[in-house]
């Protein structure tokens, strides 16, 4: 084996092994956030049950469909918890670390999809990093044309209803 041998085998293996020093600390990464995370959901369900929320569901799952070019795609949702406090529904998502104190549009975005998946009476926002939660709500504003019809129903059956009642305190008919 001559000097550039060697160095070429060298470099392989020491590249072989960085890849892997990489993948085990990815590993290790990613387990140490998904520990994290699950210690997080748990102090999170305790936190809501203080603030007067039961834990209804866990990990609770629900169907969305898209539809492209007219063909359905459907896919499954999942949220953190469901909570309930009087008659309100709430889907619950745990954030932790950095992220949790802002509303980003990442979390908007999954907080929405919340929304149009689960239909619920809002989404509370868990922030463990402050050990707090916020009630976040996606209404869309009022469009004043789809309420034209609404209106015109009832002026009409005012009108009918006004019309009946002085044909009938008359007598005649």
Not at 5 to 25: E, F, M, N, S
Not at 126 to 135: L, P, Q, T
Not at 145 to 155: D, G, K, Y
Request: some cysteine; overall charge positive.
């Amino acid at each position: 084996m001559t000097r550039g041998d060697v160095l070429v085998l060298g470099i392989i293996i020491g590249a072989l092994g960085l890849y892997w020093i990489h993948t085990l600390w990815q590993r290790w990464l990613r387990k140490r956030r998904f520990v994290g995370a699950k210690r997080s959901e748990e102090r999170a369900a305790v936190l809501l049950e203080q603030k007067g929320f039961r834990i209804v569901r866990r990990q609770p799952t629900a169907p969305s469909s898209v539809y492209i070019n007219g063909k359905a795609h459907t896919t499954t949702i999942r949220a953190d918890f469901l909570a309930r406090k009087g008659w309100h529904t709430y889907v619950v998502e745990v954030k932790s670390g950095r992220t949790a104190s802002r509303l980003s549009a990442r979390t908007r975005r999954q907080l929405l999809e919340y929304q149009l998946a689960f239909q619920p009476d809002g989404i509370l926002l868990v922030d463990m990093s402050n050990k707090n939660y916020k009630e976040v709500s996606f209404r869309p504003p009022i469009n004043w044309r789809s309420l034209l019809p609404v209106a015109l129903a009832c002026i009409v059956a005012f009108l009918l209803g006004g019309t009946a009642v002085y044909i009938l305190s008359k007598g005649t008919w």
